[in-house]
């Protein structure tokens, strides 16, 4: 027997996933201009994803988390860009 994993499931973890990679770079780097680009950079990967995994709503759920993480990313580097 076959089992195979559904397009929503993966987009949901590859959004959630980036959005972990993403917020982790965001406070280890030093870079203001590679925080921002790498934030905008995940809301557009989080956005595509949660087109994908908006079938179930536990995959939806993962995706949106995602999205949040990469917000919150793209959030620390204009706060350090406008106030550093």
């Keep these: 027997m076959q089992h195979t994993i559904s397009t929503p499931k993966i987009a949901g973890f590859i959004s959630l996933i980036i959005g972990i990679v993403t917020a982790a770079f965001a406070f280890i780097s030093d870079s203001t201009e590679a925080k921002i680009l790498m934030g905008a ?31 919150v990313a793209c959030v620390v580097g204009l706060w350090q860009y406008y106030n550093l």
Aim: hydrophobic share 60%; charged share 10%.
């Design 41 to 71: 950079a995940s809301i557009f990967a989080s956005l595509v994803s949660i087109v994908f995994a908006r079938k179930t709503t536990e995959n939806l759920q993962m995706a949106v988390a995602g999205l949040f993480l990469s917000l």
